[in-house]
């Protein structure tokens, strides 16, 4: 639907109620990093909260590589040097 206003409205108050939620705090870095009200800032905490609370390996890449995606301004080619070299989840 698009409206990420109202989303990061209800991803927060999912986060209010379950602070362990991961899908909430990925969905919200999502939208900070790409959709919405950027910024990355906040994205990159999301995704830190995200690799804080630990995922299973798949989900590790995932949030891995949108975490270095946001940390480089979305410069694919310096985004996949940091998962390369293993600094995107430091």
Known sequence: ??????????????IEIDPNYVTAFMN???IYNYYY?????KSIADYDRVI???????????????KAMAETN?????????????TACN
């Open 37 to 41: 009200a950027i910024d990355r800032q």
């Open 1 to 14: 639907m698009r409206n990420y206003k109202s989303a990061i409205t209800d991803l927060n108050k999912a």
């Open 52 to 66: 804080k609370l630990g995922v299973d390996k798949d989900q590790s890449k995932s949030v891995c590589g949108h």
């Open 74 to 86: 979305n410069m694919v080619p310096l985004a996949i040097l940091k998962l390369l070299t293993n």
């Open 28 to 30: 919200r870095g999502d």
